[in-house]
């Protein structure tokens, strides 16, 4: 059956609009933050801040070209002095920073002093060390003081993840046997989300492999049901084109923890007669829900139809499961066994991940008790999936993140 696909045309606000700065004027800033926040009447960006005063009046125009609710002509500021300025003001109560994953950090530390609410953009750290500094300051000084702190990690915020975690959480659907996940894309030297200082030499650990990456460790959080999650990493790093340092490529086995390993499915009744699997010549295995994912910028400018979908394809005892990204929508397909109880289930619909995460983080500044998918501890694990892997070298490395079930 095909069924109501989500969608977002406006996010209703049940509060007064937050009055908020957006810091960052990059790409991501105007094709997406820019575009989401015109659905967001929760929050009214009174101020644009960027390093140059040439990006911050350009994303500026595009706000006003667009339409804010709340926010006709957003104020421009740029350079230490304007940051400063925006901290000082207490009439801001909320930050939303998109800036280069190397300088965020700090800010983020400086706007929570000024007592700013915070959404900052994924990753939530370079490297496992630094995120969980961050994440345990957050929760030791600020949280106590009644701060909002979200990653603004947008694949974890899009409905149809959550759509397809419910799904899988039917027992319907039976145990998870195996999954399969890919994401391969063309990213050419000198492509306008190649050509930044801070992605072609990046100062972090995998460069494109944790910036992107985390979003596919992502959806395994967020679509896995909890105890089939990976714990342990096998993985094999390269790099392809010269032009994204340190690597490219990211081929690997996600394994889950011993627990989750189960008796086969089925019964087994070889010949005339019943033979325990225990009595067999040779031993049996047992089941055991083992991934396989690539994440890979290295793919050649072919065809877009040539390409390999970027999915995640989940095998369970009675159905599959498969989740699709096409960049600018999902698709999610549901086939269960002939025969089965599993209806069978087709959505497609827009990305809404930005947009929904800016409104999330809007609701909770006003004390509203929604969902929170936006978690910095969360956001540490899809951190944790990627460094496992990049320090892998094909021997099993622990995640050393462990998630609240």
């Not at 050509?195 to 910036?211: C, E, K, N, S």
């Amino acid at each position: 059956m095909s069924a109501p696909a989500p969608t977002v045309d406006s996010i209703p606000a049940s509060h007064e609009p937050i009055k908020a700065a957006l810091l960052g004027g990059g790409l991501f800033a105007t094709n997406s933050y820019v575009p989401s926040l015109a659905l967001v009447p929760g929050l009214s960006v009174s101020t644009i801040w960027s390093r140059s005063p040439e990006s911050a009046s350009k994303l500026a125009a595009k706000a006003k070209e667009t339409g804010l609710p709340n926010s006709p002509s957003p104020e421009v500021k740029s350079g230490p002095d304007g940051l400063d300025a925006i901290l000082a003001d207490d009439s801001i109560r909320a930050i939303i920073m998109v800036l280069p994953l190397g300088v965020q950090p700090e800010l983020i530390r400086r706007a929570w002093k000024a007592g700013k609410h915070v959404i900052s953009e994924k990753p939530v750290g370079r490297d496992v060390e630094q995120a969980s500094q961050l994440v345990e300051e957050y929760e030791r000084e600020w949280a106590p003081k009644g701060l909002v702190w979200r990653v603004a990690e947008n694949f974890a915020h899009e409905p149809f993840l959550h759509r397809a975690a419910r799904l899988l959480a039917s027992p319907q659907v039976g145990p998870v046997v195996y999954y399969r996940m890919n994401f391969e894309t063309v990213l050419l030297d000198g492509a306008s989300y190649h050509a930044t200082t801070w992605r072609t030499v990046p100062d972090y650990q995998g460069g494109f492999l944790l910036d992107g990456g985390v979003h596919w460790a992502a959806v395994l959080r967020c679509v896995l049901p909890p105890a089939y999650l990976p714990t342990t990493i096998t993985a094999h790093k390269a790099l392809h084109r010269s032009h994204m340092p340190p690597h490219d490529t990211l081929v690997g086995l996600a394994l889950p923890s011993p627990s989750a390993t189960g008796e086969p499915q089925g019964s087994f009744a070889p010949g005339a007669g019943t033979m325990d699997l225990k009595d067999m010549p040779v031993q049996p295995g047992r089941s055991a829900p083992v991934g396989s994912f690539t994440l890979s910028w290295a793919l050649p400018d072919t065809a877009r139809e040539s390409r390999a979908q970027n999915e995640l394809r989940v095998t369970c005892a009675h159905a599959t499961l498969t989740l699709i990204n096409k960049g600018r929508s999902w698709r999610l397909e549901l086939r269960g066994e002939e025969g089965g109880e599993v209806a069978d289930v087709t959505e497609e619909g827009p990305v809404s991940g930005v947009a929904r995460e800016l409104a999330e983080f809007a609701a909770a500044i006003a004390g509203e008790n929604g969902v929170n998918n936006g978690e910095p501890r969360a956001a540490l694990w899809d951190v944790g999936f990627v460094e496992a892997a990049l320090e892998s070298d094909g021997k099993p490395r622990e995640i050393g993140v462990k998630l609240a079930v």
